[in-house]
Structure formats: structure tokens, C-alpha cells
């Protein structure tokens, strides 16, 4: 229960402001701030930690009248659970806490939101492709502060393993050396701090502030796809001195990229050294053997049976990557799932032969955005189909119309039949939505455009 709280704790606080049209600058000041002291999982309570050093000592008070409730049901409706909250100021928490009255985990200041409970060594399938940048992972994940990989650099092509790895790490570091700090990210959400800070920084120079110390004081610092961040120019010195910062202070830094730090053009020479002190590890394209073993693995999972045939019929024809694999394979489930049938070998092939296609021309479908940006925001292939309207799923769903329809340029009609047989004017209309967006949010410009690059190979 705890964990899971902790690690929606980013959505419960989103979900509030979108359910709640809180404002941007309410949201920022009173509820972004908000940490999860602790929880109590058999009194169905938690301790809500106010930060009273920035907000002032009255500030609990005024939280606790005005956000308390809908903390309670946003709490619920995404985990499922009630919980009774109390709100302590954070410095009174500190004084209190010189002695053992916490526990273990509650010691543990979480800062990695949105990691993906599935992405863990436990589900991560090894091969020879990955065998090396696994096992550079797990060295890495028991003794984060003694490594011989800082930074610990992971490259490889789309769709490999390389996120599902990382996210291996921070659970593994977070689960088992609880005192550290640490701190994982996406590039993305990484510009987008940046970036925001500094342009409110004529105004307020404690965002900038609090931003650089956030990151310059964990134990680990990962980010994913760090390749997103080279050629920005402020957001990579930023970073860069970050890097330096953690660096020699012999804290663990672990990065993920499409390339060798070697061949990334953009990268100047003396910043290419530094990714290449640790060793930078790859993880190539699985061979046959590693890719029905995954599909075994999911099988394994899963309820519902394919059987040896199948799966080996996925695994022989779909070669690019594992996401083309598990797209595959999800999508058999799928069918299965919403028809009640069975699926044979002959039903297989039909539904695959898009996806197959895609293997041997690079087509772009709209399946295979679909599916791209559905893992990117760690949804499902069957929530973005179903009627779920939960904001989320409703937006990453526009997102999906949006892309199919700018890179494949397929008709609203068609895109509908990709996700759960929507109607044009629907399609139409999530085009269009985030079209608007587009132009007054800085944001989601950035997502978008690192979507298109995951789309697109670049
Ligand atoms: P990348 O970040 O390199 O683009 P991901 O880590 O997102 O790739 O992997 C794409 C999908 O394939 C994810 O759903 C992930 O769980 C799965 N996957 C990748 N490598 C493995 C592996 N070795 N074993 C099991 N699943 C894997
Ligand atoms: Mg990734």
C-alpha cells in the first residue's frame, strides 16, 4: 500500500489539479510541495509533510482546510485506498525525528514518481544482447556509492530494454538501500523543469534555486534518454554541472541513450569524455532465443495461453525490437480479451501481418505509434482502447489521434478503428484538442516533439 501511494504520488497531486481546476501557481505552491511523510497501513493513515521552512508555519493549517478532502478521494480513486491524512510541518518532523521512532521505509525520501512497477530485474529478460548491460546494472543497483561504472551510460536502439533496466536500478536502490536518495527522471520532465524555472526566474529565483539543489543533492541521479537533452543549450550546462557536482562527490550517476557517447553528434568533445569515463554498455537487437523467452515470460504472466506455436510464430517474424514484440503479442491478447475467442495460428497471422509489415519496410502504423506513446506514459494497450474517460487515459488517447494523424496521415475513420472503434468526429475532435494546446503549452510541445523522435528513429 505504502508503495504504491508513494509511487502515484505525483498523479494523486495532478489528478487534484485537473479534477479541481486548481490553478498552475496554487497547484505549485500548496500541493507540488506536499511529501509523504509516512504511512501507516493497518490505522488506514498517513503523515503529510508540509514544508513550512518556504511556506510558512500556518501554511498546514490552511492546506489541511482546503486540500485535505480532495487529497482523500483523488488518494482513493487512484489506489483504492481511504486513507485518514494528518499534515505535520516539516520542521517539526525533523526535530522529532533524531531518534528511532521511524521506520526503515519511512526514512526513505522518495523523489522517483513515475517508475513502472513491471520494470523490474525480476521481469527483465537476459540474452546475449543485454547480458553485459545487465549485468553492469546489478552491480551498479547493490553497491550504488562504491561502483566501478560512474556514470553507468546504457545505449542502444528503440524499443531494447534500456528504460526497463533503469527502472530496475531505482527499484532495486530504493527497495534495498533505503537511506539514499534517489532521484530518477526522464529527460523530458528534465527540460521541462529547467526550462520553466529559469523563464520564472526574473520573477522568483527559489524555483531555479530549489531545482538545482533538488538535483544536486541525491545519492543517484538517472535520467532516461539523456540524449534529448544534448543541444539544449541552458538545460544541458545545467546539467552538465549537475553531473560535475555529483560527480565529485562520488555519488552514483546512471544515464540512458539512443547512442555511444561517441556518436552523438551534437555531444562537444569535452562532454563526450565524461560520459565515457564509466563504461558505456549497449544492449543490442534480442536473437530468436531471447525473443520467445520473453514471450514466455509474458505468457507466464499473463491468463490467457497462446501457446508454443504462436509465440513462436511472433518470435520469428518480428526481429526489430522488443516493443515490437510485446506490441504484437498485446495485441493477440487483446483481440482475445474484447472477442471471447481463441486465438489460432491462421487468426494470428491476420492480426500480426501489419506489424510484420512494419518489421521488414520500417513503415510507420498507427498501431505502432499507438503503442509507443501508451508505453511512454506507462499506459495500457487496453485502457487506451476501452471507455475509461479519466483524464489521463482520455489525453494520452487525443495524443495518439494526434500523431497518428500527423505521421501516417490516415483518415479520422481509420485512426477510430486503432483505438477501440471511435467514431471520425471523435478522432476529429482529439486532433484538434491538442493542435490547441500545442500553441500556448511549452510542455507538451516538448513531449510531443520527443515522441515524434522516438517515432521516427531520430
Ligand atoms: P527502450 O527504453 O530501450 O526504448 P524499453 O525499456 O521501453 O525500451 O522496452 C520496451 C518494452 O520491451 C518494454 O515493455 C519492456 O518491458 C520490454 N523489454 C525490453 N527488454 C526486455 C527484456 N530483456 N526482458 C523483458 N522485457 C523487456
Ligand atoms: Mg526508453
Redesign the pocket.
Given at each position: 500500500m505504502e508503495q504504491l501511494i508513494r509511487s502515484k504520488w505525483l498523479e494523486i497531486l495532478e489528478h487534484v489539479k485537473n479534477e479541481y481546476s486548481i490553478t498552475e501557481v496554487c497547484y505549485k505552491t500548496w500541493l507540488l510541495p506536499l511529501e509523504i511523510y509516512s504511512v501507516n497501513e493497518s490505522e488506514e493513515s498517513a503523515i503529510i509533510c508540509v514544508n513550512d521552512e518556504e511556506l510558512g508555519e500556518n501554511s498546514k493549517n490552511h492546506i489541511q482546510k482546503k486540500y485535505n478532502i480532495l487529497l482523500q478521494i483523488a488518494i482513493e480513486e487512484i489506489t483504492g485506498y481511504h486513507l485518514t491524512l494528518e499534515y505535520k510541518n516539516k520542521s517539526e518532523l525533523e526535530k522529532n525525528n533524531g531518534g528511532a521512532s521511524r521506520t526503515k521505509t519511512n526514512t526513505r525520501k522518495n523523489l522517483s514518481f513515475n517508475l513502472n512497477d513491471?520494470?523490474t530485474f525480476d521481469?527483465?529478460?537476459?540474452?546475449n544482447n543485454?547480458n553485459f548491460a545487465h549485468a553492469a546494472a546489478l552491480a551498479v543497483a547493490e553497491s550504488p556509492l562504491q561502483s566501478e561504472f560512474n556514470p553507468l551510460f546504457i545505449y542502444?536502439?528503440?524499443?531494447?530494454?534500456?528504460?526497463?533496466?533503469i527502472h530496475s536500478i531505482a527499484h532495486y536502490i530504493i527497495e534495498n538501500s533505503p537511506e539514499l536518495q534517489v532521484l530518477y527522471t526522464t529527460s523530458e520532465q528534465y527540460i521541462n523543469e529547467i526550462v520553466n524555472a529559469i523563464r520564472n526566474s526574473k520573477q522568483d529565483r527559489t524555483t531555479l534555486n530549489n531545482i538545482k539543489r533538488k538535483y544536486r543533492e541525491v545519492d543517484v541521479l538517472m535520467i532516461?534518454?539523456v540524449q534529448f537533452i544534448i543541444g539544449k543549450d541552458i538545460t544541458q550546462e545545467e546539467f552538465f554541472n549537475t553531473f560535475n557536482t555529483l560527480y565529485e562527490q562520488g555519488k552514483q550517476i546512471i544515464l540512458?541513450s539512443d547512442k555511444h557517447p561517441n556518436q552523438m553528434e551534437k555531444l562537444e568533445e569535452r562532454y563526450k569524455s565524461r560520459f565515457n569515463w564509466g563504461l558505456p554498455v549497449d544492449?543490442k537487437a534480442?536473437e530468436y532465443e531471447?525473443r520467445l523467452a520473453?514471450l514466455r515470460?509474458k505468457e507466464e504472466k499473463e491468463g490467457i495461453k497462446l501457446g508454443e506455436e504462436i509465440l513462436k510464430f511472433i518470435a520469428e517474424n518480428i526481429k526489430t525490437?522488443?516493443?515490437d514484440?510485446?506490441g504484437a503479442y498485446n495485441k493477440l491478447i487483446l483481440r482475445s480479451k474484447l472477442q471471447h475467442c481463441d486465438i489460432t495460428l491462421d487468426t494470428a497471422i491476420e492480426d500480426i501481418k501489419d506489424l510484420i509489415l512494419t518489421n521488414e519496410k520500417m513503415k510507420i502504423t498507427n498501431d505502432y505509434i499507438i503503442n509507443i506513446v501508451v508505453?511512454h506514459y506507462g499506459l495500457t494497450l487496453e485502457e487506451i482502447n476501452s471507455k475509461n474517460r479519466s483524464q489521463k487515459v482520455a489525453n494520452v488517447r487525443q495524443i495518439c489521434m494526434y500523431l497518428c494523424r500527423k505521421i501516417t496521415n490516415s483518415s479520422y475513420e481509420e485512426i477510430g478503428s486503432n483505438l477501440g472503434n471511435r467514431d471520425r468526429t471523435t478522432v476529429m475532435h482529439g486532433y484538434n484538442k491538442i493542435d490547441d494546446d500545442l500553441k500556448k503549452d511549452a510542455a507538451l510541445q516538448n513531449e510531443i516533439d520527443i515522441l515524434m523522435k522516438?517515432i521516427n528513429h531520430q
Open positions: 513491471k520494470y521481469t527483465f529478460v537476459v540474452g543485454n542502444g536502439g528503440p524499443g531494447l530494454g534500456k528504460t526497463h533496466l532516461d534518454d540512458t544492449i534480442p531471447t520473453i515470460k525490437n522488443i516493443r514484440l510485446e508505453e522516438i
